[in-house]
């Protein structure tokens, strides 16, 4: 049995659901800091992201750091 694939996505925004699943989102965490680490770490059984996209800043980028994996993938979209 292949393992299950996640692409979630975390957002407060009702309206922004839609077009979050339209990328491919699987699941949405509503969640913020800490709590929606945990949700993150409960949804893939403690194994946590294989890769993350931080496309807003500020302090997302250390929540982002906390729900990624040893050894992989981080990618982050900034404006200088």
Do not use: Q
């Not at 996640?6 to 913020?32: M, N, Q, W």
């Not at 996209?53 to 302090?59: D, S």
């Amino acid at each position: 049995m292949e393992p299950r694939r996640y692409c979630v996505a975390t957002s407060r925004h009702p309206k922004r659901e839609p077009l979050a699943r339209a990328f491919g989102a699987t699941d949405i965490i509503t969640e913020r800091g800490e709590a929606g680490v945990e949700k993150i770490k409960e949804l893939t059984d403690r194994l946590r992201a294989h890769s993350v996209i931080e496309a807003v800043g500020t302090h997302l980028f250390c929540i982002a750091m906390n729900i990624l994996s040893l050894e992989e993938r981080f990618l982050c979209f900034t404006r200088f």
